[in-house]
Structure formats: structure tokens, C-alpha cells
């Protein structure tokens, strides 16, 4: 190998206040075959020029500046330059453990059949301060599809990671929790754009369709949440936003359809899709309806109406069992098993290589 084990890759658009901090969390890496590759959207509050001088400093460092065309087309300029077996993208604003590069690579190289390596993630405010309400947004549906595996090192096999954004939810939500084989993006492609600040979800489902993942428990990254970031919470519970999820959705799977074996697809088009739209139609009208009586009357027309999906589960809610959403991640490994695509999650015993360091 000519190139470095892993490029890091830093996408900016004014955020000086923030880019000591990421860069001390880069260049203090117990792993030091990395190159940073640093694209700029023409800052204007001085961080243009703290690249310069960093450049100047330490020749494993690559500056450009791109136009501003958004936060993912800034991404893809970085990637588009690296040279590294791995690419890592280190967003302006965040940080990570001192051994998060060494530990994902060296995850990465012991499980070829992996193209993601994944990590925990600590969401922190504007001050670098773990927000502990957060937590439990950071790993999500990570983490509820797995509990047993959370804090164990595993292998999440392909498709399942994909299927599981059919529950219209992030399965990873920052860039940063992982580290990518930069084989992959000829696969998967770059990162598109067109849904705005949420467009990561497209890309995410895309990867965990046709790539398998490697959990790496021991380490970590941050995700700072602060009023100048991109990406938008706002809308992340209006019209808009769902109608986005499910154009993200129908795209993806488009895309990566090529890649998928037909029983998949077959599946997908005669229940799983049918099934989750009608799951999310049904629990997105119920939690519209603020009165008790309201809800028990939609429940009722349900019942009797003519959709499948919405009829079992309330009748399996009347007999107390578990919400679609919550044993969904189940009963769609057990689907994946019956087809012989299983198991959908593997606990990883194996010892980690130990990644290269210059």
C-alpha cells in the first residue's frame, strides 16, 4: 500500500471555534498512518487560514477549498481526494477517543467481510459537555435492536441494518460513529444531497443494504449539538420531514436493488414495505389524536377496515403484546433466517488486528 491506512477527512464551513478541539483529537490518535484532507467552503471568520498554517506544520496534511454547495457535497469533495484503505469523516464541530482510529481500523482489518466499522456515540452541547437526555437518542434503534450485543463487539450482516430504516428511523446519526472501506463508495456512491440536512439517512440505508458493519463497543465519538450546526431538528417531526423518509426510503432501495438477492427484493415488495408504510400511517394517525375517545374510535375503524397490518396489530396490542416498532428488529432477523440470509447479528470473538502506525 502506497497510500495511508486512514484518511481523515474534514469538511468546514466556518466553524474556527470548534477546529482546535477536532484537530488535537486527530493528531493526539494513538494511530499515526492517517493523512487529513481538509476542505473549506471558503470560510470567512479565519479558519482558511489556521489550515494554512497547519499545512504548513505537518506534511501529512491536505488543504482545497471547494464551492458552497452544501454540507454532504462538501463531504463527497473530502472523499473524492483521499487516498487511505479507510476513510473517516471528522466533521468540524466533533470529536472522538484518543484510540478511535486505531480501533475501528483494526476492527475493519480483522473483519474483511466488513466495510463499516461502527463505535458508541456521545452526544455533547455547544461546551464539549455529554448531554445525558440524549443518550438514548444516540443509540436508538441501534441499540434496540441488539441490547444483548450493545456493549459486546459483533458483526451486523447485510441487508439488516438497511431493513431496519423500514421503521422511518436513524439507525446510525452522525457520520462520525463510523469508519468506511473507501472500496465502498463505488458500490454505494457518494453522499446525495437532495433531502437537506437529513440526506444521511439515504446514504446509511444504501450502506446497511449491501455492507456489513463491525461494532466496536470500547471506544468513541462525539456528536456537538449547537445553534450554528446544520443539521435541522426542527422539521424532524413535520410533514415534511416524513415525506422525505419515505422518498429516502423508495430511492434507496432502488438504488441498491442490483445488489440485493431477488428473495429480498421479493419480500420486500410483497410484505415488508406494504407492512411498514401501513405501520407508520397507523401510529403517526394515532399520536395526532390527543383525545382518548379519538383514538379508541380511529382504533375501531381499523380493525374492521380493510388493511392487514393495522388490523393485527391491535389486536395483538388488546392480548398486551409488544408495539410493531418494538419487536420489529426481531421479527425481521427471524425473516431473514427463514430465507437463509441469517444470522443477521454475530457476536465478534475474535481478536483485533493491530492497525499500522508510521
Known amino acids: 500500500m502506497t497510500g495511508p491506512l486512514v484518511s481523515v477527512c474534514l469538511p468546514n464551513l466556518d466553524s474556527l471555534p470548534f477546529l482546535q478541539e477536532r484537530i488535537d483529537t486527530i493528531f493526539g490518535q494513538t494511530l499515526t498512518d492517517w493523512e487529513l484532507v481538509v476542505s473549506d467552503n471558503y470560510s470567512q471568520d479565519g479558519a482558511w487560514e489556521f489550515f494554512e498554517r497547519l499545512a504548513r506544520q505537518d506534511s501529512r496534511v491536505s488543504i482545497a477549498q471547494a464551492p458552497r454547495l452544501g454540507m454532504y457535497a462538501n463531504w463527497n469533495a473530502c472523499v ?54 440524549h443518550r438514548a437518542m444516540a443509540h436508538g434503534l441501534f441499540r434496540r435492536s441488539a441490547p444483548e450485543l450493545f456493549d459486546r463487539p459483533h458483526v451486523r450482516r447485510a441487508p ?28 454505494v456512491g457518494h453522499f446525495d444531497s437532495r433531502w437537506g440536512s437529513t440526506s444521511d439517512f439515504h446514504w446509511h440505508m444504501r450502506v446497511g443494504l449491501v455492507a ?19 443539521t435541522a431538528f426542527a422539521i424532524a417531526d413535520s410533514a415534511e420531514y416524513h415525506t422525505r423518509i419515505e422518498e429516502m426510503i423508495a430511492d434507496a432501495l432502488e438504488l441498491t436493488k442490483p445488489y440485493l438477492p431477488p428473495r429480498i427484493v421479493d419480500g420486500l415488495s410483497k410484505h415488508w414495505l406494504p407492512w411498514s408504510a401501513e405501520m407508520t400511517t397507523y401510529y403517526g394517525d394515532l399520536l395526532a389524536k390527543s383525545r382518548a375517545s379519538d ?64
Open 80 to 133: 473524492r481526494r483521499a487516498r487511505g484503505e479507510f476513510v473517516y469523516i471528522a466533521t468540524s464541530d466533533d470529536g472522538m477517543a484518543p484510540d478511535c482510529l486505531e480501533k475501528l481500523a483494526s476492527a475493519l482489518i480483522a473483519n474483511e467481510q466488513c466495510d463499516v466499522a461502527h463505535c458508541q456515540l456521545v452526544v455533547v452541547d455547544e461546551a464539549g459537555q455529554p448531554i445525558p437526555s
Open 295 to 358: 383514538r379508541r374510535l380511529y382504533q375501531l375503524s381499523r380493525l374492521f377496515g380493510s388493511k392487514p397490518a393495522a388490523r393485527v396489530e391491535i389486536l395483538r396490542r388488546l392480548r398486551g403484546q409488544p408495539k410493531w416498532p418494538d419487536i420489529a428488529p426481531v421479527a425481521i432477523q427471524r425473516w431473514l433466517e427463514s430465507i437463509g440470509m441469517g444470522p443477521a447479528l454475530v457476536e465478534d470473538r475474535r481478536a483485533g488486528a493491530v492497525a499500522r502506525s508510521a
Open 160 to 187: 439488516f441494518d438497511g431493513l431496519l430504516c423500514l421503521l422511518r428511523e436513524h439507525v446510525y446519526y452522525s457520520i462520525t460513529e463510523t469508519m468506511i472501506r473507501r472500496s465502498l463508495f463505488p458500490r
Open 212 to 230: 456489513s458493519t463491525v461494532h466496536v463497543p470500547d471506544t468513541w465519538a462525539t456528536w456537538r449539538i449547537h445553534p450554528h450546526q446544520a
